[in-house]
């Protein structure tokens, strides 16, 4: 049984940079792929990037293409996502996802999912 906790979320002004974290504890934390995914008040969940178990490969929506940049530390159990020049639509919880299988991460279908974490961009 895998936990994920996110963190680093909070008020940020637009074109601004964030940087979130998901600690993840319970499970071998290099075994799985990775994905962040986020969901804003009235809107169904959105996938934002996904990465493999060895941090080699990712993939990412086309609106965090160049924006955000996924990446995990597998000594320290973290996966982050680099956030920048933050815009208002970035507004929305930010979860953090866990699954063996890299195209589950990506179909948003994963077996392990955070707590999500609040990212508000002001204008």
């Known amino acids: 049984q895998v936990q994920l906790v996110e963190s680093g979320g909070g008020l940020v002004q637009v074109g601004d940079s964030l940087k979130l974290s998901c600690a993840a504890s319970?499970?071998?934390?290099?075994?799985?792929?990775m994905g962040w995914f986020r969901q804003a008040p009235g809107k169904g969940r959105e996938f934002i990037a996904a990465?493999?178990?060895?941090?080699?490969?990712?993939v990412y929506a086309d609106f965090a293409e160049g924006r955000f940049t996924i990446s995990r530390d597998n000594t320290d159990n973290t996966l982050y996502l680099q956030m920048n020049k933050v815009k208002p639509d970035d507004t929305a919880v930010y979860y953090c996802?866990?699954?063996?299988?890299?195209?589950?991460?990506?179909?948003?279908?994963?077996?392990?999912w955070g707590q999500g974490t609040q990212v508000t961009v002001s204008s």
């Open positions: 990465i493999s178990p060895n941090g080699v490969s990712t």
């Open positions: 319970g499970g071998t934390f290099s075994m799985y792929a």
């Open positions: 996802a866990a699954d063996t299988l890299y195209r589950t991460v990506v179909a948003g279908t994963s077996d392990y």
